[in-house]
């Protein structure tokens, strides 16, 4: 059975600071997917990464991934209060984009 | 640009009703998938339709069906309600399997008392 972990479950870090959320799978796959859901609102994608190695930056937020470790990073640069929400790694195991398996979430709060 | 639509966004039933959620999807896009995400929960995937047919099945319970119909929406329907179905439901679209990401809906709250 696939599992998908993310670490922390919750952050609270100030503006202006840098982190790191780490999304760990247990079976092999090399598609991975990071969503944003602010409250009660719906998934937003934010980055699709399809090969080992691959980086993807956007504003603040720049993910990586690396397939041998099963391991995906959302860092997060100089965090402003807009980033606030939870955010969701996703696997797709099935080659075919057919499903996704979701991590536990992150809940970042990022405090004045 | 267009999104996918879910409809209803609220829906209140009684334990053991019937519910139906219906999805549409992004225009040109042949392939919807449901997801159920319970209160503090992740999404958990229910199924999937690519060109009308089920492509992919999930924790979807036996009492829960759906369908994608001709032009592309799709319905879940849900019979015997339990408490336990109470959750945000989910509608992605892609362009087809095998693509880069799956576009999710603003979902559809449903509370079961």
């Known amino acids: 059975e696939l599992k998908v972990e993310q670490n922390p479950l919750f952050l609270s870090m100030q503006e202006g600071k840098n982190y790191t959320i780490y999304c760990n799978y247990s079976?092999?796959?090399?598609?991975l997917y990071w969503y944003r859901q602010d409250p009660g609102k719906s998934l937003e994608s934010l980055f699709v990464?399809?090969?080992?190695?691959a980086v993807k930056q956007e504003g603040r937020l720049m993910a990586s991934l690396d397939t041998k470790a099963r391991l995906s990073t959302l860092h997060i640069t100089a965090a402003v209060h807009d980033l606030s929400a939870t955010y969701f790694c996703?696997?797709?195991?099935?080659?075919?984009?057919?499903?996704?398996?979701f991590g536990t979430g992150t809940r970042l709060q990022v405090t004045l | 640009a267009a999104g996918v639509i879910q409809s209803p966004r609220h829906l209140i039933k009684e334990k053991r009703e019937t519910a139906t959620l219906k999805c549409y999807p992004i225009?040109?896009?042949?392939?919807v998938y449901w997801y159920q995400q319970g209160p503090g929960q992740d999404p958990q995937f229910l199924i999937s339709?690519?060109?009308?047919?089920?492509?992919d099945k999930g924790s979807i319970p036996d009492r829960f069906s759906a369908q994608q119909f001709s032009d592309y929406h799709s319905e879940l329907n849900m019979s015997s309600l339990e408490l336990g179905d109470s959750a945000l439901y989910f509608c992605?679209?892609?362009?087809?399997?095998?693509?880069?990401?799956?576009?999710f809906g603003p979902g559809t709250r449903l509370t079961v008392l």
């Open positions: 339709f690519y060109e009308k047919m089920q492509s």
């Open positions: 079976t092999t796959s090399d598609r």
């Open positions: 225009p040109r896009h042949d392939t």
């Open positions: 992605a679209s892609s362009p087809g399997l095998a693509v880069d990401t799956q576009y």
């Open positions: 996703a696997v797709d195991y099935t080659g075919t984009a057919s499903k996704l398996t």
């Open positions: 990464l399809l090969s080992n190695g």
